[in-house]
């Protein structure tokens, strides 16, 4: 009999310890975790886009004909002023039109010495009307004559000397002194106060974009430096294949510094949105795919689900959510390999 009862009591034993070892083995397969709760901010939407900087005028200096070039009086790097002569050009051919002007003025005066002697004799009936008349025809034609061949030397004067139609620098010289003129500008003058640039803005910001607003400026050759431009052109017409429009950037260039063909880069602010906030360490990629999950905690039920989110900026050590996770929401920051959508969690501080 006692053996018996020590048997059972044995049973009962190993039936007890037996639950207690299911229960231990149930609390550590559950996944222990941290949680963080996510808050919403106000969060300036910008945008970074790139683009080369431009002069703001941009002037071809060439004659209207071939010319021989005498004297280029400035090089590339001289800043010139508007008016300031900068190419001389050829003036044997002005020369010789003067001479062709004191020579006609001599024809004009022989004309004028025969027409005064017709018209005086015309007077007394020594000529005929006829005769008067052809007189006076003949030396208007004259006098005609001379006015073109002035207007000739006027309009040559113009293009034997040529002077920049604006202040700026010389970025261009394509001649030396003595080259003949073949079409190609023999100076290129570019206006480099102000500059601008323009860049190409997706069509879900068009209502955002004010002219006049203010855009922060930064260039590669000037690491470290911030400039300010002012957005003077919102072009009206967006591109059907790229679903872009053009916005013109003015940058006021006191100071030289920004020069064409520099590269830069426009930060624009489109105005605040409410978004969450959710810490780096949320973050899940997903493993052979762009797309970023969280966990999100349900307290009433203590298990986790697999949320995608649609990322915005990265702001210090947060990223803005443009979806996919709510004000308030608690989301898993540690312990996220052991989990799955639905799974149930231990959370710990």
């Known amino acids: ?14 039936v007890s310890c037996g639950k207690k070892d299911n229960k231990a083995a149930t609390v550590e397969n559950v996944p222990q975790v941290k949680l963080v709760t996510v808050r919403s901010a106000d969060i300036p939407q910008t945008e970074v886009y790139s683009g080369t900087v431009e002069s703001d005028v941009k002037n071809n200096i060439s004659p209207n004909m071939s010319y021989r070039i005498e ?15 900068v190419v001389r050009l050829d003036q044997s051919s002005l020369e010789q039109l003067k001479l062709n002007i004191a020579n006609q003025k001599a024809i004009v ?7 005064n002697r017709i018209e005086q004799l015309y007077k007394v009936g020594g000529v005929s009307k006829a005769e008067f008349d052809n007189s006076q025809v003949s030396l208007q034609s004259q006098k005609t004559q001379l006015n073109i061949l002035k207007s000739q030397l006027a309009q040559m004067a113009k293009n034997t000397a040529l002077y920049a139609p604006i202040s700026g ?18 100076l290129t003058i570019e206006q480099t106060n102000p500059v601008k640039l323009i860049i190409n803005v997706s069509e879900q910001h068009y209502k955002s974009v004010k002219v006049g607003q203010l855009v922060d400026i930064t260039l590669d050759a000037y690491e470290g430096d911030n400039f300010q431009g002012k957005v003077t052109i919102k072009y009206p017409n967006i591109d059907a294949a790229t679903h872009t429009f053009p916005v013109e950037i003015t940058i006021h260039n006191q100071g030289q510094k920004v020069r064409p063909g520099m590269f ?8 605040d949105k409410n978004h969450v906030l959710v810490p780096d ?11 970023r999950y969280v966990y999100v905690y349900d307290a009433k039920t203590q298990t986790v689900s697999y949320n995608k989110v649609d990322l915005g900026q990265h702001i210090g050590n947060d990223y803005e959510i443009l979806g996919g996770v709510n004000p308030g929401d608690q989301v898993v920051i540690a312990g996220q390999s052991r989990l799955a959508n639905g799974k149930k969690v231990q959370v710990v501080k």
């Open 169 to 186: 620098v010389v970025t261009a010289r394509n001649y030396d002194d003595g080259d003949m003129y073949s079409g190609t500008p023999i």
């Open 71 to 85: 004297k280029i009086l400035v090089d590339v790097g001289d800043n010139v002023s508007r008016g300031q002569c």
């Open 1 to 14: 009999m006692k053996k018996y009862l020590v048997m059972a009591m044995a049973a009962v034993l190993v």
């Open 281 to 291: 360490e949320a973050l899940v990629k997903q493993i052979g795919a762009g797309d």
């Open 109 to 115: 005066e022989n004309y004028e010495t025969d027409f």
């Open 264 to 271: 830069a880069r426009a930060t624009v602010n489109f105005g």
